[in-house]
């Protein structure tokens, strides 16, 4: 009877070993895509609120100084109201023509305000306001300018 060389292999209590520590790897990661897809979509939501906001801004600002009134915002379709909500701010919820998001169709609940103060005889302070509901959570982001009267 020839003995040969005992030959090297995992026993089954490695492999079983191995099967178990991939098994709670899987288990581990399976336990976080929730969470970072409940980040992901919460970041993605103030992303686009912060995006409105800068483009209500810059679009205010575009208009200049002369226009920064209420009326003459609501005439270049920048408002949906030339009267104050019951924060005293402006709407412009449902401002879109194509060129701009309203606040109402791309976040849930969403809401959008411009508030106008003179801070002196040649300068004003423009304030946007952008407001949703993120899981029963008002969420929103603020931005603000100043116009002067060169």
């Known amino acids: 009877m020839v003995v040969g060389k005992r030959q090297a292999a995992f026993s089954l209590i490695e492999n079983l070993f191995g099967i178990f ?23 993605d939501l103030l992303n686009k609120a ?28 920048l408002l949906d109201t030339p009267a104050p909500a019951g924060n005293g701010m402006y709407p412009f919820t449902n401002v879109d023509n194509g060129a701009y998001d309203a ?29 949703w509901n993120d899981r029963g959570k008002i969420r929103s982001v603020t931005a603000s300018t100043f116009l002067a009267n060169l």
């Open 21 to 43: 520590l991939v098994g709670m790897a899987a288990a581990i990661m399976a336990a976080t895509l929730p969470l970072a897809h409940s980040s992901r979509a919460r970041a």
């Open 50 to 77: 912060t995006g409105i906001a800068e483009k209500q801004l810059e679009l205010i600002k575009n208009a200049g100084y002369q226009n920064a009134t209420p009326s003459k915002l609501y005439d270049l379709g």
């Open 103 to 131: 606040p109402s169709q791309v976040l849930p609940n969403g809401k959008g305000f411009v508030g106008i103060t003179s801070v002196s005889a040649d300068l004003t302070e423009v304030t946007v306001l952008v407001t």
